[in-house]
């Protein structure tokens, strides 16, 4: 991938994660990249096409939290830190989930899903000494992940709050084993 590339992928990831979908224009990338609006339309042709490297941006990036996931011993510390560590990555994932009504985000978002959860699980259930059966644990799941994007905000993805997110969730899901 050319450096131009890299760079209107990087920056149009963040922007489209903190500042949304109806913010995604060419003229306020151009103004965030520093490299002028031809270079975009000359390495992506259109909007739509940006959009979709950018999903596809989306599920490597998934891809490499699920392995530092398969790492962590606990949620807190260590998975905690990846979190805020990869917070652009979460962000657009909440945007993915504001706009799964357009079907290509739908469809990243569920293999995006499909990427982090086996190893988001399996950490959550070990460190919430919690014995669920598949199903069970699968609806847990779903309904955490919902509960948990609809609560990040870029400021509030640090250390502090996601401890007392997680502690929160630990004393919620105590009464099910």
Request: hydrophobic share 40%; glycine share 2%; proline share 1%.
């Amino acid at each position: 991938m050319n450096e131009s590339r890299e760079k209107w992928i990087a920056k149009g990831y963040e922007f489209f994660a903190i500042k949304g979908l109806s913010e995604l224009k060419v003229q306020s990338l151009s103004k965030v990249v520093g490299i002028s609006k031809s270079s975009f339309y000359h390495l992506f042709v259109d909007l739509d096409h940006f959009i979709e490297s950018l999903l596809k941006f989306h599920l490597e990036r998934s891809e490499l939290i699920a392995k530092l996931e398969l790492e962590c011993k606990n949620i807190d510390p260590e998975l905690i830190h990846i979190l805020i560590e990869y917070k652009i990555d979460l962000l657009f994932n909440r945007q993915l989930r504001f706009h799964r009504y357009r079907k290509n985000f739908e469809k990243t978002l569920d293999k995006s899903n499909k990427i982090i959860q086996v190893p988001f699980i399996s950490i959550w259930m070990k460190d919430l000494n919690l014995d669920l059966n598949e199903n069970q644990t699968s609806g847990m799941f779903d309904l955490a992940i919902e509960n948990f994007f609809s609560k990040i905000i870029f400021e509030n993805l640090n250390y502090e709050w996601l401890s007392n997110y997680f502690a929160e969730l630990k004393n919620t899901t105590s009464h099910l084993s």
